[in-house]
């Protein structure tokens, strides 16, 4: 399903814990143009909650999809403003 997104960014915080995974998504968002997706993949199984967390008190952001690989985690974010 991810396929269908026009990924602008991948952001790679593998080995990354709490609350890393989502101090890096927010950086690596800030600097992207509106309409833009970015791809976070992530190894902390936290961050399914944590990006999620993050995503829907943020304005701005909307998060798309989440995928779980098992010990892999992708994060699809959108920049919608």
């Known amino acids: 399903m991810s396929e269908a997104f026009d990924i602008a ?8 814990s709490c609350p890393m995974p989502v101090v890096k998504t ?12 970015l791809e976070v993949i992530a190894t902390d199984s936290g961050s399914m909650s944590d990006i ?25 974010v959108e920049k919608t403003d």
Do not use: P, R
């Not at 927010?26 to 997706?37: F, M, P, R, T, Y």
């Open 26 to 37: 927010k950086q690596a968002i800030d600097d992207l143009a509106e309409g833009s997706v």
């Open 52 to 76: 999620e967390g993050w995503a829907e008190g943020t304005n701005g952001v909307a998060l798309l999809e989440q995928v779980d690989e098992g010990d892999v985690y992708k994060h699809y």
């Open 9 to 16: 960014e991948t952001l790679d915080v593998k080995g990354a």
